[in-house]
């Protein structure tokens, strides 16, 4: 029998706004080997990704699913080390690497038929919650299935430096398609330009209103936009929605825009279907979860890409159980690029 000590981030309070150290309690408890059950494992947790949906499962209101239950620990997915395992398992053995949902906890036991064994000889662990991970997989797939990109074709990303917009930009090159990357920083569309090889990039943090991006959007694109794929909403939204062509795909990711004060009593913005009425333009949601099954799918042909090089991607990787919730606190102020990760 083996016992671990484990630390726990327990979810007490729900956010009105933006979500910090106040809405969580640090507990200590014991994990003991004992309590494996048929097929399960026990992990110990290296890499914790930190996610933008993790604030809208935190509203009062029922989303893709019911409010994130209180006094529970917080979910996440999670790169972890097996660290003991039932007689039953034969898939998995002491030492392996798996991506899990276990959440913030230094232990976990955890069903096997919940975890995705990992090879860190093929591509770095961390990838599985980022360019290899649910990031990519919505990136992926809504942009392909949703966006459906021909080449020539210009695409717009709002957040194209972060998790998902990252991989949304490239794959949209690698389909031929011009590519405007929108992003807060000067380091962040620097990145996109010279790293990405992007074909336009806006930082909208230097323009003020709705009409000035506008109107930057249509010197970078005079032929209009064909594709957006929009993590951000809010005013840069608005500003896309002005400079679609006809028959444009709008694929929305996110809203973090809105994510902090705006998500239980949203503002409602300007009317624009008469614009989708006007374009025939096309918008839907997409959810990661809508894909899970075509994993597999994703990483035949996204795996090859990362080891060849033929993708980029950066990650903020913040050191330090003790730091999650300030770490999530992060993505709404922009501070992190790329996939943002704790690790312990």
Same mark, same amino acid.
Request: hydrophobic letters at 35%; proline letters at 4%.
């Given at each position: 029998m083996n016992t671990y000590t484990n630390r726990q981030w327990i979810y007490r309070k729900r956010p009105e706004n933006v979500v910090d150290e106040r809405h969580y309690s640090l507990q200590t408890t014991s994990l003991s080997t004992t309590e494996l059950k048929e097929n399960q494992v026990v992990l110990k947790s290296k890499y914790f990704s930190l996610d933008p949906y993790m604030r809208i499962?935190?509203?009062?209101?029922?989303?893709?699913?019911?409010?994130?239950?209180?006094?529970?620990?917080?979910?996440?997915?999670?790169?972890g080390q097996i660290q003991d395992i039932h007689p039953s398992c034969r898939e998995f053995k002491v030492g392996d690497w798996v991506l899990s949902y276990a959440g913030?906890?230094? $232990? !976990?036991?955890?069903? =096997?038929? %919940?975890?995705?064994?990992?090879?860190? *000889?093929?591509?770095?662990?961390?990838?599985?919650?980022?360019?290899?991970?649910?990031?990519?997989?919505?990136?992926?797939?809504?942009?392909?299935?949703?966006?459906?990109?021909?080449?020539?074709?210009?695409?717009?990303?709002?957040?194209?430096?972060?998790?998902?917009?990252?991989?949304v930009t490239q794959i949209a090159k690698i389909k031929g398609c011009h590519v405007i990357g929108i992003a807060g920083s000067d380091e962040?569309?620097?990145?996109?330009?010279?790293?990405?090889?992007?074909?336009?990039?806006?930082?909208?943090k230097k323009f003020t209103t709705q009409k000035e991006i506008h109107l930057e959007l249509k010197r970078l694109a005079p032929q209009g936009v064909d594709i957006?794929?929009?993590?951000?909403?809010?005013?840069?939204?608005?500003?896309?929605?002005?400079?679609?062509?006809? $028959? !444009?795909?709008?694929? =929305?990711? %996110?809203?973090?825009?809105?994510?902090? *004060?705006?998500?239980?009593?949203?503002?409602?913005?300007?009317?624009?279907?008469?614009?989708?009425?006007?374009?025939?333009?096309?918008i839907q949601g997409v959810l990661a979860r809508d894909y899970n099954n075509r994993m597999p799918e994703l990483l035949e042909e996204m795996t090859p890409w990362v080891q060849q090089g033929l993708l980029h991607y950066k990650e903020t990787i913040v050191n330090g159980f003790e730091n999650l919730p300030k770490a999530l606190n992060m993505l709404f102020y922009g501070k992190n690029t790329g996939k943002l990760i704790v690790e312990v």
């Amino acid at each position: 029998m083996n016992t671990y000590t484990n630390r726990q981030w327990i979810y007490r309070k729900r956010p009105e706004n933006v979500v910090d150290e106040r809405h969580y309690s640090l507990q200590t408890t014991s994990l003991s080997t004992t309590e494996l059950k048929e097929n399960q494992v026990v992990l110990k947790s290296k890499y914790f990704s930190l996610d933008p949906y993790m604030r809208i499962q935190q509203s009062a209101l029922e989303t893709w699913e019911r409010p994130h239950p209180l006094d529970t620990v917080q979910g996440g997915a999670v790169v972890g080390q097996i660290q003991d395992i039932h007689p039953s398992c034969r898939e998995f053995k002491v030492g392996d690497w798996v991506l899990s949902y276990a959440g913030w906890q230094e $232990y !976990a036991i955890a069903d =096997i038929s %919940g975890l995705r064994k990992l090879n860190r *000889d093929e591509v770095p662990l961390t990838t599985a919650l980022g360019i290899l991970g649910m990031p990519a997989r919505v990136a992926y797939f809504g942009l392909q299935d949703v966006g459906q990109p021909k080449p020539g074709e210009t695409v717009v990303v709002s957040g194209a430096s972060g998790a998902v917009g990252q991989i949304v930009t490239q794959i949209a090159k690698i389909k031929g398609c011009h590519v405007i990357g929108i992003a807060g920083s000067d380091e962040k569309t620097k990145y996109l330009k010279e790293t990405l090889q992007l074909d336009g990039v806006i930082n909208y943090k230097k323009f003020t209103t709705q009409k000035e991006i506008h109107l930057e959007l249509k010197r970078l694109a005079p032929q209009g936009v064909d594709i957006y794929y929009d993590n951000v909403g809010g005013y840069i939204t608005d500003a896309v929605i002005d400079s679609i062509n006809t $028959y !444009a795909r709008i694929i =929305i990711c %996110g809203q973090i825009s809105q994510y902090s *004060d705006g998500l239980d009593s949203p503002n409602l913005g300007p009317r624009f279907l008469h614009k989708m009425l006007y374009k025939r333009a096309k918008i839907q949601g997409v959810l990661a979860r809508d894909y899970n099954n075509r994993m597999p799918e994703l990483l035949e042909e996204m795996t090859p890409w990362v080891q060849q090089g033929l993708l980029h991607y950066k990650e903020t990787i913040v050191n330090g159980f003790e730091n999650l919730p300030k770490a999530l606190n992060m993505l709404f102020y922009g501070k992190n690029t790329g996939k943002l990760i704790v690790e312990v």
